[in-house]
């Protein structure tokens, strides 16, 4: 499923909207990032992102930092 996926580098001190493909049953476990009451810590994944070209290249990414994902965005 084609999702947007916004985050928050470290490298930056703005967030960074991105297209990331992922299951369909993923969208709804990340849905638990919008509650500050989940702490992941450190915790990391590899989500695969699609570049302007349509070209999908995995990233990783904090899962603290992620602050939202809005389904079927392009």
Do not use: K
Request: proline share 8%; with cysteine.
């Amino acid at each position: 499923m084609i999702a947007s996926l916004t985050w928050q580098p470290t490298d930056t001190n703005q967030p960074e909207t991105v297209t990331v493909d992922m299951p369909a049953p993923w969208l709804d476990e990340f849905q638990m990032l919008r509650s500050r009451d989940h702490d992941f810590g450190e915790a990391v994944a590899w989500i695969p992102v699609r570049d302007t070209t349509g070209t999908c290249t995995p990233r990783l990414f904090r899962l603290g930092r992620i602050l939202s994902i809005t389904e079927g965005a392009r």
